[in-house]
């Protein structure tokens, strides 16, 4: 199986959040572990946005996080799907926030199962969806 980490799960990650620690641990190592090039933004984001004490230690943590994993961009596909996602929840009135409609969108162009702790996610048909904090 293919597990796609929420911007959320790697912050667990980083703060070795009891239950994602865990359920990363017991993992088989035929599942894959993947991060969309927009988690990576939210991430760098949140070191550019720390006390500047902080950033170097945060920095370190996040590339040591997202070592372990191969980050996918998004692609032609990832377009597409973001692009019937975000038609689909605007027409019903239950937008999310964009970046979370483009880690969406990766998630269902490459098949992939989203591992997030937001809510929003479930508002998304046909999008395989776990959180392991639940």
């Not at 239950?19 to 572990?33: C, F, G, I, N, Q």
């Not at 692009?83 to 937008?95: E, F, Q």
């Not at 970046?99 to 508002?123: C, K, P, Q």
């Amino acid at each position: 199986m293919d597990y796609l980490l929420d911007t959320n799960i790697i912050s667990y990650v980083v703060e070795e959040r009891a239950s994602v620690t865990r359920r990363l641990s017991r993992m088989s190592p035929a599942y894959r572990l993947y991060a969309s090039t927009i988690t990576e933004g939210e991430l760098l984001f949140g070191v550019e946005n720390a006390p500047p004490s902080r950033r170097p230690r945060l920095s370190a943590d996040i590339a040591e996080a997202l070592a372990d994993l191969t980050v996918v961009a998004v692609d032609r596909t990832a377009a597409a799907a973001y692009a019937v996602i975000r038609h689909n929840l605007t027409s019903r009135g239950r937008i999310i926030p964009d970046n979370d409609l483009w880690i969406a969108a990766v998630a269902m162009a490459n098949d992939y199962t989203l591992v997030s702790h937001d809510e929003g996610f479930t508002r998304i048909p046909g999008l395989k969806l776990e959180d392991w904090l639940a």
